[in-house]
């Protein structure tokens, strides 16, 4: 691993274990959140729908006693007539009542008791622990054949664990049997179990009255038959009278009846058959229609649970995402991160102007001079004064018999940026309207003749500028090419033309300046980027004092790093960096950025700012009846800019502390 990547790690591992608590205020993790809201929005979405997608379905096999759910299997018996509403004599409320009661229920406790189902053993260990504490104890042993019975519903096990039901349909000549259990595959068995030992215990009352019956009509018939060889006996002896004899011969008639109607009865039972249940099943139980139960027991989750829970995971994890790209973000943004990319201090905060891109050519310290963004400018003016009488270049020991160190004044000034579009020009004309308030005259030098834009401030012309400053000029000769501007104690020279050699470009920018010092109080110079032209280096040395300008939310964390190592190694002396569009400190609430070059900006006052601007800051700025802001005059804005210049050097510039 390189030194370069090495040290970035540990500076966001410091950043992760100290510093980002300590940098960051409740109103910046609002202000992150605002910037990108849609990054939660897709975590809670993708959370909410992960939470839908991996809930139970009702195929699948959850483990026995699982608290809050269960499975729900039926066996449906029909009988062999549907157009009867009994199955040989017996109602089907008496099936139903036979199923949950009696010995029905007992059997199948055996059943399950001699199957040893594993579901069962635990579910039924695992009450039992609960309720008696002891699992070795007579009743947990015997857990499986617990039965309990009431209201058509027969429970089995400890605790109920097993629950089974009868619902009879005469109308249809049906029998629905159900099980519910905590195993979708223990609950079909169960169900079936049910149907198959109902089936079975009717068909055996069936057979033992079958039995009964006929051991009733043999029992008859032996009977009858002893009888009839007594009255035979009887008819056979001599001396009966004819009454007598009659009798016996109708009683012996009778007796024959009653024989015949036993073997009758006899015959019609083995014709017959045993009573059977006269139940089929129609349709058995089975794991895959199983129904799956929620219900409200402890440690279960619904679906609206379900869905609450995934949004509530779903927006940690979103803020913690934005979190990570706010701390591995490639841009400045802040005072702390743009102190620590540059290793420098940041002297002065310029917040966002959110005007109409008409009004973006104007010098708002001269037109607003109440205004926030003419305050931030007074402040820059203040910090730079004070950095620069400070800095350790400016105080040189003193001079034999000097009492104190030599103090050198601030006179040319050189403004520089990394990159474009960070605000260099406008800060540099307005910085000039803030020292102009102060009585001192300010001389500005468009040294970015790639890209010239000051005369567009004061809607001044291109000539005359640089190139009309001949190399061996005298201090005539800077001022026949400066212009007025409409502010007092400001004047500017416009940049060499665009096809103007970069060497000869930069000797007359230096030309101009050693010749301003004559005319001006301070000269302030408004060069190309330091990385991307080298203009601005090689002016760096020559200049008093240099001012790097930055752009929160744009200029990249690499190239503040750069242009402050560049510097560095120039030895320049710079006296700290202006953050533009920070979105940090007291005047949090005013700051937004939406660019310079071509990409717009705008500022108003606390309170002017429609809130659907705030929410849709694209569109275009509009009054207070809701029309579009038209495009001002330029000249007209040149004349309110004079205007108000010479109210405030009339009032303001008597007064030093103004």
Known sequence: MSGKRRN??????????????????PADYLRIVRRRWWVLLVTVVIAMTFALLTRPSTSETIRANRPGVSFRATTTLISNDSANTSVNGRDYDRLALLMTTGEVPKRVAEAIDEERWPQIQSANANKCTETSGDETSPECKKSGRRVSAGSGQVQLGTGGFIKASATPDPATGSLAITAQVGDAKLAAKVANLFATKLVGYVDELGQKQYDEQIFGLTISRNNSETLIRQIDAQLAAPGLTASE?????????????KLANADSGISNLQDAGPQTSGLTTLEAATKGRAAILVTSAKGSTSESQRLL??????????LGILLLLEILSARIRDVPGT??????????????????????FQVTTAVDPTSLMAEAYRSFRTSLVAMWQRHPTNNRPALAGASEPEERPLRVLLVTSPGPAEGKSISVVNIAAAFAETGISVLLIDGDFRRPQMHKYFSGATSPNLTDIPHQGATADVLAVAQETGIPNVRFIASAPTRTDPGTAIELVKVAARLGRETADLVIVDSPPILLANDAAELSTFCDATVLMVRAGWTRRGGVVAASDLLRRLEATTVGIVLVGAEHGARAGYYGYYGYYGYGYGYAH??????MSRLFPWRKPTNGAGTVRRRPDPEQVGASASKQGANTSSEAFDDPSA
């Open 309 to 318: 829970f995934g949004a509530a995971i779903g927006f940690i994890i979103g």
């Open 8 to 25: 970035s790690a540990w500076r966001i591992l410091q950043f992760l274990v100290g510093g980002f608590e300590k940098s960051m205020r």
């Open 606 to 611: 606390p309170g002017e700012v429609p809130k």
């Open 339 to 360: 102190e620590g990319a540059a290793r420098m201090p940041v002297i002065a905060e310029i917040p966002v102007m959110n005007l109409d891109r008409s009004l973006r």
């Open 245 to 257: 004899y009659d009798s016996l011969d109708i009683r012996r008639e009778a007796v024959l009846r």
